[in-house]
Every structure is written in structure tokens, then in C-alpha cells.
């Protein structure tokens, strides 16, 4: 069932309800009110009674009528009626347990008089002991009234019922005419290419400022976000074949080279070596790709523990040392002895690991290298090289995925090493950052807000 078809279902009942307990009210009001009315007539003609008495005897007389349609009767210690109005008769309308109650109160009664609901009310009469004053009227205009009243409540109601279903229903359709709107608007977005920029894939923002134009902003922001990680999935699946393209299609020609006839062992060797060195590229390629697939899921889990800084940093420089030395540099730690923080050592020694490699490519021979680490609430850790210093224009986006700062391929470089610092940087809760010295050179770090550990070792 639909949505406003609900709403107006249950604002329909809601109404009837509503209604129904107002008529009732009403009902019961009207109905007290005229009962009120004819008691207070009725207490008139009961004081009135005794004028139905012939003076100085104790005979019935016709002392004239009753006004209006009342019944009056005088009765007698004996039962026996000693004056009435006309058209009463002769027979008490009371019963002679409700005479004997009627002799010590005023009661009040509703009975059947001449097959007509009548209302009764008898009291001492003054001034003669053992005598009752009786008045009473019938109650066909009442109920006559009441039956009406009730009537036309019920038609009213249907009406009222009728009209406020078919209001709620004219503005739940009004109210939900702009997500209608929406929906279509994000359907038609779903028949689009995907290749639509994210300018192309948002939907109307009503001027309305209400919920739904809030709706419609948090969709547009999600479109967004879709259209972007798709754009950059894209972008990632794109550069990731372009870059493996390469050492495949290496591998490929030195495997064909070597299967020629004719081939010396010695170039065989040379072909399979240089096969080697592309299928190591291949795979580190791919780890990369792999690590950074999985920090896009959020799945780069950590094992934080608390480690210090100084020996992990050291080993970095450790196994860096043959390609430093084969690079003529020397790298130095400048890291405080007691610098500790909760970090995963691991991810930090690859961050570190990856920093040190870039530096290695661009440092002049003969150059230091200098791996810093230093913390107050924070850590931070930088490596930081003599080299030309990276371009202008590539500094904001010395992060991005496949970005090289001018270097040929043949360096090595896939242009995924500083993206890596970069997600371990953001795993940690912290981020990556380049600079360059203004005396010449690069700093690469990491800043790890609230790893430092201020506790004793």
C-alpha cells in the first residue's frame, strides 16, 4: 500500500475517532442539559400540585390543566388519587413501593405511562401528612430530539470522516510530491553512462529549505562520493595495466630472446637474470598495488604496540646500507634514545624503508641522508636528502598514485611509494607531507598525531 495512502488510512481513523468521542461528548452534554430542563419543569409543577385540590374537601377536581403535556396527580395515604390533571386518570402512576419511598423524599423515575417513556418525579405533599405529590411528562420530544441530533452527528461524521481522508490524502501526495521527484531524478541518473562527471550526476536541491532539501544535499554528497571512487577506481585500474604492461611485456621479449637457437649459455644467463629482475618489479608492483587496494578498504590493520624509535629507524638505514654504499651516500639516525610511541613496527618500518628508497634516487653521491624522529604529544618522523628537491607543481601531489616528480622509468620508480607512506600515515590517524629545504633538497615524514608515549619505558 502506498506511502500516502497509508497516511490517510490512519488519518481518516484518527479522525473518526476523534469525532466519534466529540458527538459522544456532545450527545451526553444535550442530553443532560434537557433533562435538567424538564426536572427543573417538573420540580414547578410538583410544587404546584396541590392546586388540584377542591377547597375545603378532599375530593379529586378538574382545578384546570396541567400546562403543556404534564401529568399531575395527588395521592392519598390510602393509594388513592384525590386530584389530577386531566387526561391522568384515576390510577396512581406510582406503584406502591415507590409511593412508600416517594412519602420520606423526592425520587426521580423513567416509566412507561400509556406505552410512552415518561419522566416521573414524586414528593411529600406539604401540609398533608401521608400524602404525594406526583408530576410527570412524556419524553417523545426528547428522545425525538436526541434520535435527530444523533442523526445528524452520524451524517456529520461521515462527512467530516470522508473529507479529512481525502484532505490527508491530497497532502501526503503534496507532501511526498518532492521525494517522487527525487526518486525519479536519481532513476534517470542510473540510466546515464557512468562516465558522467559528478557535476552531470547530482539532482535538484529544492529552495524550500526543509527536510527534503536536506535529502536532496545529503544525496547529491553521496553521488559525489560514489562518482569520485569510481573516478579514482578508474583512474587506479587504468595506471595499475599501464604500469604492469611494461615489465610484462619485458619479460615476454627476454623469454622469446632466449628461446631463439643459437643462443650462448652466457646469453641465456644474461636473459634470465634480466627476466629475474622484471618479475621482482612485477611483484613489487603488484604488493604495492595490493597494499594500497586494501588501505582504500580500510583493511590496512595495524598491531599496535609501543617500540622505540631509535633501533627500528636504525635498521631501516641498516638495510639500506649496500645501496648506499654502491650510491656513495651515508645515511645518519638523529633520533633521541628514548623516544618511544605506539605504533605498528612493521608498516612503520616500510613507510620509512620507502622514504629512504626515494631518497637514495636523488641524493647527490657523497651526500648524508638524515632519518629524524622526534615527539612531544606527537611523533613525527622525516628523512630528509641534499637532492635537487622535488618540482613546484609536483609538491601538491607528491602523494597521488603513479605521480613521479620527472624521473624516467628506468629508476625503478612505479610512482606508489610515497602513496604508501601516505595510506600507512593515514592508518596510524596521521599524514604524510613533502617539502622542500630552502637550501636545497627534500623532507619527506610522517606526523602521527597522539602515538608519542609519554609513560615510562
Known amino acids: 500500500m502506498p506511502i500516502r495512502l497509508r497516511l490517510a488510512v490512519a488519518f481518516a481513523l484518527a479522525a473518526a475517532a476523534i469525532f466519534a468521542l466529540g458527538a459522544w461528548l456532545f450527545i451526553n452534554g444535550l442530553s443532560s442539559a434537557q433533562l435538567s430542563t424538564i426536572d427543573s419543569q417538573l420540580a414547578v409543577q410538583l410544587g404546584q400540585a396541590g392546586r388540584y385540590l377542591v377547597a375545603g374537601s378532599q375530593s ?35 406503584t406502591a413501593a415507590e409511593l412508600a419511598q416517594a412519602r420520606h423524599g423526592q425520587i426521580w423515575l423513567n416509566q412507561a405511562v400509556d406505552e410512552e417513556n415518561t419522566r416521573i418525579t414524586a414528593a411529600p405533599l406539604a401540609g398533608r401528612t401521608g400524602w404525594t405529590a406526583v408530576a410527570g411528562v412524556s419524553l417523545e420530544s426528547f428522545e ?23 484532505g490527508a490524502y491530497w497532502l501526503a501526495r503534496a507532501a511526498l510530491s518532492p521525494v517522487e521527484r527525487l526518486r525519479r531524478q536519481v532513476a534517470a541518473l542510473s540510466a546515464r553512462p557512468l562516465q558522467a562527471s559528478t557535476e552531470e550526476s547530482g539532482i535538484e536541491v529544492p529552495a524550500t529549505r526543509d527536510e527534503i532539501a536536506a535529502l536532496a544535499t545529503t544525496m547529491n554528497d553521496l553521488l559525489g562520493r560514489l562518482q569520485r571512487a569510481l573516478s579514482r577506481q578508474r583512474a587506479f585500474v587504468a595506471d595499475a595495466s599501464h604500469e604492469l604492461r611494461t615489465p610484462l611485456a619485458v619479460l615476454r621479449g627476454e623469454l622469446e630472446l632466449a628461446d631463439r637457437p643459437g643462443r650462448s649459455r652466457e646469453e641465456l644467463a644474461a636473459a634470465v637474470r634480466r627476466a629475474a629482475t622484471e618479475a621482482d618489479r612485477l611483484a613489487r ?11 582504500d578498504d580500510d583493511r590496512l590493520s595495524l598491531q599496535l604496540e609501543q617500540a622505540e624509535l631509535r633501533p627500528l629507524l636504525a635498521h631501516s638505514a641498516e638495510l639500506a646500507g649496500p645501496r648506499l654504499a654502491e650510491a656513495g651516500l651515508t645515511c645518519r639516525v638523529d633520533v633521541p634514545a628514548d623516544l618511544r610511541a605506539r605504533i605498528d613496527p612493521d608498516w612503520i ?37 641534499d637532492g635537487p628537491g622535488f618540482p613546484a607543481e609536483f609538491l601538491p601531489h607528491a602523494f597521488e598514485r603513479f605521480r613521479r616528480s620527472g624521473r624516467s622509468r628506468g629508476d625503478g620508480g612505479a610512482g606508489l611509494g610515497l602513496a604508501i607512506v601516505q595510506a600507512i600515515a593515514v592508518a596510524h590517524g596521521g599524514v604524510a607531507a613533502a617539502r622542500n629545504k630552502p637550501g636545497g633538497g627534500a623532507v619527506v615524514g610522517l606526523h602521527l598525531p597522539g602515538h608519542r608515549d609519554l609513560g615510562p619505558g
Open 285 to 295: 608492483i603488484t604488493g604495492d598495488l595490493l597494499l594500497l587496494a586494501r588501505s
Open 60 to 94: 379529586a377536581s378538574a382545578a384546570g390543566p396541567a400546562p403543556g403535556e404534564y401529568l399531575v396527580q395527588v395521592i392519598d395515604a390510602a393509594g388513592r388519587v384525590r386530584g389530577a390533571s386531566p387526561d391522568t386518570g384515576t390510577v396512581p402512576l406510582l
Open 349 to 385: 618500518s616500510q613507510a620509512v624503508d620507502n622514504l629512504l628508497g626515494n631518497a637514495l634516487r636523488f641524493a647527490p653521491r657523497g651526500s648524508v641522508i638524515v632519518l629524524a624522529a622526534w615527539g612531544g604529544a606527537d611523533l613525527d618522523i622525516e628523512v630528509r636528502d
Open 144 to 166: 425525538s430530539t436526541m434520535s435527530q441530533a444523533e442523526r445528524e452527528l452520524a451524517a456529520a461524521g461521515a462527512i467530516f470522516v470522508v473529507i479529512a481522508c481525502a
